[in-house]
């Protein structure tokens, strides 16, 4: 019996080591090849910039194993995002996209989004987010965000908010104050942030929700004066600057553009570790944290459990907004 019994014992160690080793040997191994990070959008736009910054940090801690970046720009970030969520789950395609791509476009598309954010993708870690501002011209006579809003109130329908086009994110902060707020404030779409900040500036619209990054230089020129960020909490480029969720009946209310990295569902999780580290390295650098965060970017770099989370609370809230708002419908 006792024989019996450590035949049935060292088969069972045998089948365990059969199944484990090859993967923790894949683990350790890795990364052995080119790893390719992909970004679903144009060269020179923030998903790019912070792709390179990552690659050159990866290649620095895993022994100059070589890291690219490569651009896959179309369908509104679904093109790049489509190939990493069909590709093999090894950790040598990773994805440096937006909230747009996770958390928007399948809600706005539907059924011309080919891949599911959650079942066919793995979160890493959330890398940076950016607020929108919330901007007016100097000639407004609203001074705070208080008193917007109550001139919104006393004039409905009269107001005009531009956005950089419709469904993309600064649209979307605006669906979200007019909802939160009660608020009826045309929405005045535009081809880009750059012709919508023109248009604010011009005199042609009344309000514009922005990224903090164009913001920026128009604010510090005083040629536009921000209201409010659309973060939880300030941000810390613009301490003066309160945020949408501290004004009473619109707690809660946060809108950011977040950077985000993450693999094809199916990736050995120690491999997902390794990524992880790497991605906290660069966003624990001192160099890395003074490039970007004068910018007005809130750096993260949270645990692929925290960015779950994260992920699904947003599809969740943003599915709500464009039901309510009727969006998909405007595309």
């Known amino acids: 019996m006792f024989a ?4 049935i014992a060292s088969l069972a160690l045998t089948v365990f080591t059969a199944y484990t080793v090859p993967a923790f040997a894949q683990a350790t191994d890795y990364p052995s090849e080119t790893v390719k990070i992909i970004t679903p959008f144009e060269a020179g736009g923030g998903t790019d910039i912070v792709s390179r910054q990552l690659a050159h940090k990866l290649e620095g801690l895993w022994n100059n194993n070589p890291v690219l970046v490569e651009n896959k720009a179309g369908a509104n970030g679904n093109l790049g995002t489509d190939i ?15 909230n747009a791509t996770i958390v928007i476009n399948p809600q706005l598309f539907g059924d011309q989004v080919k891949y599911d954010p959650v079942k066919d993708l793995a979160p890493v870690s ?19 965000m208080e008193e917007f809003i109550e001139m919104a109130k006393k004039n409905p329908g009269k107001l005009g908010c531009g956005s950089s086009g419709v469904g993309g994110g600064a649209h979307l902060a605006l669906e979200m104050l007019k909802s939160r707020g009660g608020l009826d404030i045309t929405h005045v779409p535009y081809k880009g942030t750059g012709s ?13 929700f922005v990224s903090i990054l164009s913001a920026s ?18 941000n810390a480029s613009l301490p003066d600057t309160p945020a949408v969720a501290e004004l009473p009946g619109l707690d809660g209310f946060e809108s950011d553009l977040w950077y985000g990295l993450l693999v094809p569902a199916g990736t050995d999780k120690a491999i997902i570790n390794k990524i992880h580290d790497g991605a906290k390295a660069m966003i624990d650098d001192p160099e890395f944290r003074s490039k970007f965060e004068p910018t007005g970017a809130v750096l993260v770099g949270n645990t692929p459990e925290e960015f779950s989370k994260q992920i699904e609370g947003d599809i969740k809230k943003w599915t709500q907004v464009i039901k309510e708002s009727g969006v998909a419908n405007q595309l």
């Open 126 to 144: 959330m890398l940076s987010a950016l607020p929108f501002v919330f901007l007016v011209p100097p000639s407004s006579p609203a001074k705070t």
């Open 84 to 98: 990493v969520a069909k590709s093999k789950p090894d950790g040598y395609t990773l994805l440096l996209t937006t």
């Open 217 to 234: 230089p128009y604010i510090k020129q005083g040629q536009l004066r921000p209201l409010s960020v659309s973060s939880l909490k300030r």
């Open 196 to 208: 919508s900040i023109t248009a604010l500036l011009g005199g042609h619209i009344d309000c514009l």
């Open 4 to 7: 019996y019994r450590s035949q």
